[in-house]
């Protein structure tokens, strides 16, 4: 299964509550990135969202969870890219007791590793690539 990368809206009016969801969320993912290896951290999150979801995160929903990470990130020190974002959003909407799918795919000639989020059949907040279609591996 190949998947082409469509972009979301990202909404502009965050709430405090959404934007502290979102830095720590991403501070729990970034600690859980640094000290864990992948599998464990992937154990981990997969623990938490089926502890606290309840149900699928709409689109607007993740969106919101997405941006308010993509706030977080302008102002954390370290290094925030694909699977740091994709990680925290999918912590941040377990927080919110909903649950959104982090996958990690591939694209291909040259080899190029990445990280998304999706909800139901949509890809979250990605920009479109369509030079190169990812290719799904792994779907938590």
Do not use: N
């Not at 720590?24 to 599998?39: C, G, M, N, Q, S």
């Not at 089926?50 to 929903?61: F, G, K």
Request: charged content about 20%.
């Amino acid at each position: 299964m190949t998947v082409v990368m469509a972009e979301a809206p990202i909404p502009v009016d965050l709430t405090r509550a959404e934007r502290a969801s979102g830095h720590l969320a991403l501070w729990t993912a970034t600690i859980l990135l640094k000290a864990l290896p992948l599998r464990h951290c992937l154990t981990v999150t997969r623990a938490l969202r089926h502890a606290t979801a309840r149900r699928p995160a709409s689109c607007d929903e993740a969106v919101r969870h997405r941006a308010a990470v993509r706030s977080a990130a302008r102002l954390h020190p370290g290094r925030v890219a694909c699977l740091e974002t994709a990680l925290a959003t999918t912590l941040a909407a377990a927080a919110h007791r909903r649950h959104t799918h982090l996958v990690l795919g591939a694209r291909f000639d040259p080899l190029e590793l990445h990280a998304w989020t999706t909800t139901g059949d949509r890809i979250i907040g990605e920009q479109a690539e369509l030079d190169r279609e990812l290719h799904p591996v792994h779907t938590l």
